[in-house]
């Protein structure tokens, strides 16, 4: 299991990623309330452009209200591609008062999480 845990705002936000035979389970939480608020499977396969290339097909579900789609849907693809392995991502992250400034900057650090977590699984 790999545990990943950054501070934003004196509040932690954590990735987790647990293999599962060659399959990959990522949490990331955190906040004034983690929760789960929507949840990707991101599927290997084929490029459409060129069959020597690895893409990924990605569903979701998403918690009426939640926004956290965006995170997991792009986690999901790019974790999938690169490991060539069936991903799943869930994430809740819950900060009261948030702003457009703070969404970006979670964004970032969860950029971040992602790229340490590549690094680590390469």
Known sequence: MINLTKQFKNKEITLTALFMGKDLNVSIYGGDLPHIGAIALGIPRPS????????????LLTITGHKEDVIVQRLAKVLSKNLNSTVVVSCGIHYDNITLEDIEAINLLISDL?????????
């Open 48 to 59: 459409l452009e060129d069959k020597n290339k690895i893409s990924s097909s990605v569903s």
């Open 114 to 122: 992602t790229d340490e977590l590549i690094s680590k699984l390469s």
